[in-house]
């Protein structure tokens, strides 16, 4: 199940990117975290820059709002996005 912990107003949850997939999409559930294809290579960055905006088109907030806080070089990665409620951000991520 999908661990999801709110932080003074905000939510931090854990995401398994799976990059150079056929499209951008959310793929389920791995232990604890969303997992996500992405088309995005892990090169330079893209496929962190490709996460966010996926996310923040997901979660319904600005890509300024949603932010990689751990696990930038890993396909294991915290992310915080701001202003959201925890129910809010399962609905978004658990259609």
């Given at each position: 199940?999908?661990?999801?912990?709110?932080?003074?107003?905000?939510?931090?949850?854990?995401?398994?990117?799976?990059?150079?997939?056929s499209k951008n999409?959310?793929?389920?559930?791995?232990?604890?975290?969303?997992?996500?294809?992405?088309?995005?290579?892990?090169?330079?960055?893209?496929?962190?820059?490709?996460?966010?905006?996926?996310?923040?088109?997901?979660?319904?907030v600005p890509r300024?709002?949603?932010?990689?806080?751990?696990?930038?070089?890993?396909?294991?990665?915290?992310?915080?996005?701001?202003?959201?409620?925890?129910?809010?951000?399962?609905?978004?991520?658990?259609?």
């Amino acid at each position: 199940m999908l661990q999801v912990t709110e932080v003074n107003g905000d939510v931090v949850f854990k995401v398994r990117v799976m990059p150079r997939s056929s499209k951008n999409c959310l793929a389920g559930v791995y232990n604890d975290a969303l997992k996500i294809r992405l088309t995005a290579a892990p090169l330079e960055g893209k496929a962190n820059e490709a996460c966010r905006v996926f996310l923040a088109k997901t979660l319904g907030v600005p890509r300024s709002r949603v932010e990689i806080v751990g696990g930038h070089t890993s396909r294991n990665k915290v992310v915080r996005a701001y202003g959201l409620s925890a129910e809010k951000a399962i609905k978004a991520l658990m259609p």
